[in-house]
Every structure is written in structure tokens, then in C-alpha cells.
């Protein structure tokens, strides 16, 4: 009596093993992550470790660093409240110039940020266009205090938010907020309940992202800001600070701010942001 071999089943598409690199992708690929990865290498093999904590618990870090938390949080909210409604407009209003309004919120990401912190003082500054009457009738100077350097922040961070929201907007299928408007929803109740809840996941990474680039920030900050201990010098500043006189406290603040950064972006991407994005 012949045994028949039971049928054998297709391996399950989970447990396939994916399609092969082609070498002429995987090169350049790989030198990709090299040219990203080689300068952190670098960063950390120089890193003074036997005097980072002598470093990084000089009062001077603590302040610049507390400083930077704030002010970067208080550009993400700013971005949040600004941004949001920006992103709907352009994803779902139908105007005319949405694509050129749409530029003008991406210039900012290839402005050199000192161009950026220029355009500021032009617009902020005691002689420029709002702040000569702000300074004029109110006695108010921006430049060089601490909302100088939320407004250069939110600036350079504000496009983040804007762009990541605006993809998901676009991407959302807007049946959910065509049916309440059928059953009598205005439009405010359904951004707010319908449309909002939606996008979520875009709203939450674009703020992840707009507060790791806020808290980068350098360029339109000591133009517009300037670098004045417990005021305006934010950590990148007090890196560039310490680049003059220490570099070996340079490399110990700049791996700091890496770190940051890094906890940012897992918190985007790790399993808590998983699940909040779907």
C-alpha cells in the first residue's frame, strides 16, 4: 500500500523572502547611509567621555538646554495652532494660488535659516515693517529676546507640520466628512470631529518633526535672536559657543543634542507611534 504525501502548502507571503537588491541600487545605497552615518561615527569616537558629565552639568548647559525644550515646544504648539488649518486649506479648499501659496510654505525648508532670520528683523526689527510700529506705539522690541526666538523657530519648523499634514489630508478619503455634511454637520463641527480624527498620524509626526527641527534651529535664531545666556542661547548656539573656546565640550553638547533628537524621532516611530499611526 503506497503512502500519498500530503499536498504541500505555500509558504505563508509573511515568511517569503523579499525581493533581491539589484547591485546597481544597493551601492549607492549603502554609500548613502554611509555618507549619513560616517559623521555621527566620528562624533561619538571623539566624544570626551571621561569629562562629559563635568560638561554637560555646568549651570550654563542646564539653562541653555531648558531654554531649547521651551522654545521649541512653544513653536510646536504655535506650528499646531498655525499650521493645521494652513495644511486643510491647501489640501482641501479649492482657491486659486494654492500652488503658489504652497511654495511660499515650502520655501523655508531651502531657505539658507539666515536668510530667514534677516527677513525677521526686516519684518520685527525696530526700524522694519511691523516692528517700527510695534516699537513706535507700544514700546514692544522683539529682536533678541525669547520670542525672537520661538517666532525664528516656527519659521524654519512651521513648513514640517504644514507638508506632513497637508499629505495626509490629501490622502484621506473624504466620504466621512461628505456624509456629515449630508446630515447637516457645518464645516468648523466637521474639521473638528470628523476630518481632524482622521488625521491624527499626520498631525502627531508633523509635530514630532517640527519640534526636532525647531529644537535644531541655529541659523534665523542668532540672526533674529542673537546669543545672550538664559534668553535667547538655545543648545545649538551654545555649541557653536563652546566650538570657539572647547572643542571637546562642543562634541559632548552636539551628542546631547543628537541624543534629543533621537528620542524624538523614535518616539515617532517606535511602538507607541505605531499604533497611534495605524
Do not use: K, N
Not at 559632548?252 to 541624543?259: G, P
Amino acid at each position: 500500500m503506497t503512502r500519498t504525501r500530503p499536498p504541500v502548502r505555500p509558504r505563508p507571503a509573511e515568511h517569503r523572502a523579499g525581493p533581491r537588491v539589484p547591485l546597481v541600487l544597493a551601492l549607492p545605497a549603502a554609500a548613502a547611509v554611509l555618507v549619513l552615518l560616517l559623521p555621527l561615527v566620528a562624533l561619538v569616537s571623539r566624544a570626551p567621555w571621561s569629562g562629559a558629565g563635568t560638561v554637560l552639568a555646568a549651570p550654563e548647559v542646564g539653562q541653555a538646554l531648558w531654554l531649547s525644550l521651551r522654545c521649541a515646544t512653544a513653536a510646536t504648539l504655535l506650528s499646531l495652532v498655525l499650521g493645521v488649518p494652513l495644511a486643510w486649506v491647501l489640501a482641501r479648499a479649492d482657491l486659486p494660488g494654492t500652488g503658489v501659496l504652497r511654495a511660499l510654505v515650502t520655501l523655508p525648508v531651502v531657505l539658507p535659516p539666515v536668510v530667514g532670520g534677516v527677513a525677521l528683523l526686516m519684518l520685527l526689527g525696530r526700524r522694519g515693517l511691523l516692528g517700527a510700529h510695534l516699537d513706535a506705539w507700544f514700546g514692544v522690541t522683539v529682536p533678541f529676546t525669547t520670542v525672537a526666538v520661538v517666532l525664528a523657530e516656527t519659521f524654519v519648523a512651521l513648513p514640517f507640520l504644514v507638508l506632513s499634514v497637508e499629505g495626509t489630508l490629501r490622502a484621506a478619503p473624504r466620504g466621512a466628512d461628505e456624509a456629515a455634511a449630508v446630515l447637516g454637520a457645518d464645516r468648523w463641527y466637521t474639521f473638528r470631529r470628523v476630518t481632524l480624527p482622521r488625521v491624527a498620524p499626520g498631525v502627531v509626526a508633523g509635530a514630532v518633526l517640527c519640534f526636532a527641527r525647531a529644537l535644531g534651529e541655529f541659523g534665523a535664531t542668532v540672526t533674529f535672536a542673537g546669543s545672550f545666556p538664559g534668553t535667547t542661547r538655545t543648545m545649538p548656539l551654545a555649541i557653536q559657543e563652546a566650538m570657539e573656546r572647547d572643542p571637546d565640550a562642543a562634541v559632548a553638547l552636539s551628542l546631547l543634542l543628537v541624543a534629543l533628537s533621537l528620542v524624538a524621532l523614535v518616539a515617532l516611530h517606535g511602538r507607541w507611534a505605531g499604533r497611534v499611526l495605524g
